[in-house]
T-cell receptor, first 113, second 115 residues
Framework: NAGVTQTPKFQVLKTGQSMTLQCAQD?????MYWYRQDPGMGLRLIYY???????DKGEVPNGYNVSRLNKREFSLRLESAAPSQTSVYFC????????????FGQGTRLTVV | GENVEQHPSTLSVQEGDSAVIKCTYS??????FPWYKQELGKRPQLIID?????GEKKDQRIAVTLNKTAKHFSLHITETQPEDSAVYFC??????????????FGSGTRLSIRP
């Protein structure tokens, strides 16, 4: 039972490049989330998907897009990377939207130069 | 939308002493308040949570208290040990039956236990 799996674990991008972060969960959870973690800023919600077929903006959605591909997978896309997007990105899932434990992936450390 | 503030940002306590971390939230509709622990280089993991119909919850050396009137909740760790050193995050969300619910985190507290 892998839980929440993110790929890649590390990535270096040049300013203006695009990339997609992948996330998959095998716990049959309905809800999935993308957070970014910056020093002193905690975990800030980028986008979330309360259930398959729905996505909503979080606290810091600018510069990102998401796709809930199916119940298992939730991807995060950076169309034109900027240095301000250098961060550690965490995907998480929970059985229901809010109110239940969120399980996190191992994180993706992204550096934009 | 919901805003969660967490204090202090760093906390250093002597091993064996107690540690207290405090959070306030803005949305009076929030009624689920989890706490997560993140060890260095690891992913955040749930350590305890509390719902609005309960004022206090304990699990061995950790406890959480909730004051809905004042919109604040706190994490208490007693008899601290070296393995308690980590970053702790509080969070708030609506109840499980709301499709509009999302989990909003505080900015984190880096707890260091001095030997």
């Amino acid at each position: 039972n892998a839980g929440v799996t993110q790929t890649p674990k590390f990535q270096v991008l040049k300013t203006g490049q695009s990339m997609t972060l992948q996330c998959a969960q095998d716990m049959n959870h309905n809800s999935m989330y993308w957070y970014r973690q910056d020093p002193g800023m905690g975990l800030r919600l980028i986008y979330y998907s309360a259930s398959e077929g729905t996505t909503d903006k979080g606290e810091v959605p600018n510069g990102y897009n998401v796709s809930r591909l199916n119940k298992r997978e939730f991807s995060l896309r950076l169309e034109s990377a900027a240095p301000s997007q250098t961060s550690v990105y965490f995907c998480a899932s929970s059985e229901f939207p809010g109110g239940t434990e969120a399980f996190f992936g191992q994180g993706t450390r992204l550096t934009v130069v | 939308g919901e805003n969660v503030e967490q204090h202090p940002s760093t906390l250093s306590v002597q091993e064996g002493d107690s540690a207290v971390i405090k959070c306030t939230y803005s949305d009076s509709a929030s009624n689920y308040f989890p706490w997560y622990k993140q060890e260095l280089g690891k992913r955040p993991q749930l350590i305890i949570d509390i719902r609005s119909n309960v004022g206090e919850k304990k699990d061995q050396r950790i406890a959480v208290t909730l004051n809905k009137t004042a919109k604040h909740f706190s994490l208490h760790i007693t008899e601290t040990q070296p393995e308690d050193s980590a970053v702790y995050f509080c969070a708030a969300s609506l109840d499980v039956y709301s499709s509009a619910s999302k989990i909003i985190f505080g900015s984190g507290t880096r707890l260091s236990i001095r030997p």
